[in-house]
């Protein structure tokens, strides 16, 4: 072999040595990522409380357990009638129905029951009541007022109005309450009240009407105590007023 042939065959050689070199795997170092830990999670934030609403007020009761409602401005109680004997022809009056006539007592038989029942005729509303003669007195039904106790009335016509510093509603509860009361004092408290001198403020609609209702009502008592006509009765009654 010649020293030519010598030299390519050494430099195959080194490059066979290299090619191996390139060939042996190089070992990567991989990195591990870095995991960073995750922070702990709030807990959430509760809801703020509503304010509790305040308990609603217990409704009065009355007899039976039974709930009431609101409560109304109180009336006066119906006086009860003193116990007395009624009689044919009588004129009597009737808290809710006013004045009238004792047409007759009888004994009737009413679902088995033997009752005895006071007829009474109330002309103007052409109108016939009967009331039981145990029942009478519970249910206010008494004779005309005397005269001494008209006087008493008169007295109070006369008197300054005592107006309550309400709301109307609740004013015109007291007024009809008084009148179907049937004392004849309570009803000229309204009378009193609610009427108008010249040169006064002109009453509402509604109290025109309890007025007019509670006068009506006052003088049918007065005429029948007097034996004179219901339109004289009003117009001694308003001279009355007029009076003070």
Excluded: C
């Amino acid at each position: 072999m010649s020293e030519k042939q010598k030299t390519m065959a050494a430099k195959k050689a080194v490059k066979l040595d290299d090619l191996a070199t390139d060939a042996t795997p190089k070992t990567k170092t991989t990195e591990k990522p870095t995991v960073k830990a995750a922070k702990p999670a709030k807990p959430p934030e509760a809801a703020p409380e509503e304010p509790k609403a305040a308990a609603p007020a217990p409704a009065p009761v009355i007899h039976g357990g039974v709930p009431a409602g609101p409560m109304r401005p109180m009336a006066p109680p119906r006086a009860m009638a003193k116990a007395e004997i009624f009689v044919d022809g009588d004129y009597v009056v009737y808290p809710t129905h006013g004045v009238g006539k004792v047409e007759r007592i009888a004994t009737e038989e009413i679902a088995g029951h033997t009752l005895e029942l006071i007829h009474i005729t109330f002309d103007e509303n052409r109108m016939t009541l009967r009331v039981p003669t145990t029942k009478a007195r519970t249910a206010g039904l008494r004779k005309l007022a005397s005269r001494k106790q008209f006087d008493d009335v008169l007295a109070v016509l006369k008197g300054r109005a005592r107006i309550k510093r309400t709301m109307w509603s609740r004013r015109a509860q007291e007024y009809e309450a008084k009148i179907n009361s049937g004392d004849p004092a309570a009803i000229a408290e309204v009378v009193r009240d609610l009427h108008r001198n010249a040169g006064q403020p002109d009453q509402s609609f509604s109290e025109r009407q309890i007025y007019e209702s509670a006068l009506d009502r006052l003088a049918a008592e007065y005429a029948a105590l007097e034996k004179i006509d219901k339109p004289t009765a009003i117009e001694r009654l308003i001279a009355h007023l007029k009076s003070e």
